[in-house]
Each structure stands twice: as structure tokens, then as C-alpha cells.
């Protein structure tokens, strides 16, 4: 739409004439009782403001030097910037002031107009300006009130940390006669009151995640008749913050995702670029959060934040992030294959890199439970493998490679009739001497590598899991009635499993029915990603996973 008054449309030019017309020669817009007391004496607040109170064209502005006069004062308004042009030559206006007594200026291309305030008000009431130029027609305005009598006037102005007005708070004065009454949009208000002493507090107002908070807290404030006193606040305004996790409760099987957000606002409005610090397990060492209890990494679009380093020396320490132009960040957590309450505390920063002080607000903490899938004990791996191999399509096709494999068994174990039978079981892929092999652990006691990445022979809490190598399958012993026995995928397709050397056998080159042995064999893992070893499996998890 074309610009036809220095800055505001034809539309609403056109919507605001009728209102500049209505308050030439002080014709007087009511919005609320203001003069008069009320049925028990108390006087009246002033109300609303008046629409259009402070129109201010792009072609020239005006302001009124105080919005409370009391009668026989001076209303005194006055021009001030603009960038349509100089007077008289590129702009021209007229006041909405017509002849009255002490009037002072007010005439064409004036820029002061003052006149003597009369009667008390019935409201706020406005005076503008109504000009011309090359762009069309514009106006100005803002507004004045004069109270009754008997009465004096408690106002002032709310502003925010950075000067700008706070709208819709509530101003309560305590006294004599208790007065209460609402700060308009430029963070002004007023209120009329019998003379004597008054406790002034400002409350509500725009909210966050806690009640907004104002300096200082309360005001004294003493009134005369015909008098004012000014009280003052600004909003205590501080960053909050806000996390969000998608799921609360997810199976423990090494493929879920839960999405999140952090917001960071103040009061209500988005506050971008706010650095985050995200720590996974809060109370906890940074050790122990990549070592004990549930595991999970925490992603953005795709990439690992936390935790970082590699799988043989991960490190837990918190790490910061900072939310985007809109005040958001999106994380995604890639859940393991381990059981418990995962837990993620998001806490907003200073300016200086300092946590910010405002526990209440600036923080937020939320957890995931990670559900068990079952039960079952590592010696009892055979016989389910096996009822599953028999029965599961998965299965009669699992590979005796040790990638597809740990993949198929994974994908299985994460199904209702997996779960059934192998929950509480996990897989992952190891580096031995003579190739890969497939670990089988349980789900709750996930093996920790040393510095480089290997599992210690005497880690005795892993001390039974299972190694299978496909390299070391020879057969031998197996009963003759197993057909093509010297096939391990033949062996694990057709259920026909029935033991495998432990993590102990396997280091000490102990003799296994069907398995060669090798003296001091060794499991390491060599992978920088996170995944398997209680962590999300790689390639099988929702979109937005990342290892």
C-alpha cells in the first residue's frame, strides 16, 4: 500500500480523521471516570487510555510536557523531530486548539501551544496536530488529564532495563484512600487519590516462568490536594529459560531419539544469542556421566555436541551452546542401550561466561527414564537366540559378519518378541586380533575401555560376556547331527547355538567346544563415535541421531 502520510498508510489515515476532528477546539475524549468520586467517596481512577493517545507521525511528532494538569494550570505541548521537511516551506499544521483562556502559540506551524487548564476531565482527553505535506496528510497526538477537586495524583512511568516501557502492570498505592490502576503501552499511569501518605507497589505484568520482579519493590509517595508525587519502577528483567524434551519415558533398546528445545526469553519476549551450558547428569563427574548409568548423546542437526572426545576416552564435561536469533536451539538425544533416569540441566549464562545467578529462572532441568526390556542373564543367551533363530525372520537370515549381525540382533532384541526373550541383553562390535568379533553383555553393566580403548582382562564385572569371532569358529565337537557345522552363519541361522567363550575364555585362549583358541587375545574398540557399549546403535535410530 502507498505511503501517503510520512509513514502510516491511507487506510489509517483515513480510520484517524474522524478522531482529529473530534478534538479540535478541546472537545474532550472520555474513557473513564476522572474527576468525580465515586458512590463511597473514593476517588476514581482515570481508566483507559484514549485511542490513538500517542500517534506520532514520521513527519513531525508532539508531546504534551505532563499528562496530569490540575485546573488553572498550563497544558503545554510542544513539535519536536521529524523528516518530512522544514516549516512552512515542505510542511504545514494546525493545533487542535481553538480560543480559550491564557492561550499561548497554537497557531499555524507553531511549535509550542499552551493553554489553561478549566474544568476537571472525564477522562483522558488528547490534543494533535494536523498537518500536510508532499506525502499527504498526518497527524500527531498525545493526551492530558485534569483532575477534580479535592484530590492529588500519584503517576509515573515502568520502564524495562533497557528504557523502553512496560505495559499492563498493576499500580497499587496503600494509604487513606487505596488506589490501583494499570500502566498503559508507553508504561505511564495514573491515579487519583485524597491527599496523605501512600506505600506504592507495582505488581504483574508481562510473565515468565516466574512473577516479574521491580526495583524497587515499593515506593512512599506523600500527596497534597491538588499535588503530585512521581513513583517510578523498572522491571527486574533477566533471561529465562526454558527446556523441552519430547518423551519422558523411552525403551532402553539403542534406538530412540527425543527431541528438545531450549528457549531462552525475557518475560514473555524471545532473547536470542544467550550462551547455554548443557551438563548430562548434574551432581555427577564428568567420568561418571560417560561411564555409569544410562548413556545417551546429545545432537544438533546431525552432529555430536556431547559428549565429546572418542568412544576410548569420552569426555562428560559440560559444554555450552547458544540459542539462535529466535531465542531456540534444537538438540536431539540419541538413547542407549542402558537402563535407568537420564538426566540434562540446561542453565543460562552471563554475559561474562558465568552462570547466571537466577536459579529460579535462567535454568532448567528434565529427564528421560530409560525403560528395561527384560531380564535376561547373559548364560541364557543360547536358548532365546536360538527359539528366536528358529522362529524370526530377522534371524534366519542373521549373517555370521559381525557388523550385520550386532545390527540384526539389536534390531530384534528391540522388538515386543525380541524383548521377550533376549531384553536385557546389548551387542557391539569389537576389534580383536584377527579381525571383528560381536560382544554380547548385559544391557545394565555395559564395558568400560580404558584410555586405550580396550576392556581390561580383569574387569570383573564383564568377565562373562561373550565373544564371538566368526575368524575362530572351527566346529569342533559339535554334535554330528548339526548340519554344516563348520559354518558359523549356518550354526546361528538354523538355532543350532549353544555356547561361545566369555570375555575371560576369550582373553585367556581357553578351549570353547566349536572355537579355536588364541593365547593372549584382546578386545578393543577403535571407533570415535558413540555407539554400541551401552550407547544408541549407528544406522538403525530415528532421524536426527548421531553417533
Known sequence: MRDNDGGRSVRRWRAAVPFVAAVLALTISASGSVGAADAAGKPAGFGALPYNYNLQSRCMSMKVAGHIVFPGDKVTAHTGSGICGAAPKDIGWTWSVGPGPGVKGCGTNATTCSFKAGTPTTGFTTICISGTSSAGPWGSCDYYGVPGKGVGIIDGTITDKDGGPVAGATVTAYGKNSANTTTGSDGYYAMQVKAGSYRVLPSGGPHGKSAP??????????????????????????????LRLAKTSVPADGTQVVNGTITTTEFGKPLPNVAVQLEVMPGETSDQAVTSGPRASVCNNGGRIWPTGSLSDPDGTPVTVTTDSTGHYSLAVTVGTTPGTWTLDAWAKNADGSLSSDTSGASDTKSITFKSLGKTAIPDFFSEFDLLAKSTTVLQQISGYPGPAAGSLAQTTATAAGGNRLGGLAYAVVNVKDGQAILVFSAAKPPVLDKQGALPDAFAANADDLVMNPSEWTGAGVPATVTNAASLQSIMAGGFLTRAPTLTQFDAGTGVIGWKTIKNNSVVVSSQGFEYLGWGYPGIGQPGSCY
Request: aromatic letters at 6%; glycine letters at 6%; a negative charge.
Open 213 to 242: 520482579r521491580y526495583i524497587p519493590n515499593v515506593k512512599d509517595a506523600t500527596v497534597a490536594d491538588a499535588t503530585s508525587a512521581t513513583a517510578g519502577f523498572k522491571l527486574e528483567a533477566g533471561v529465562e529459560l526454558e
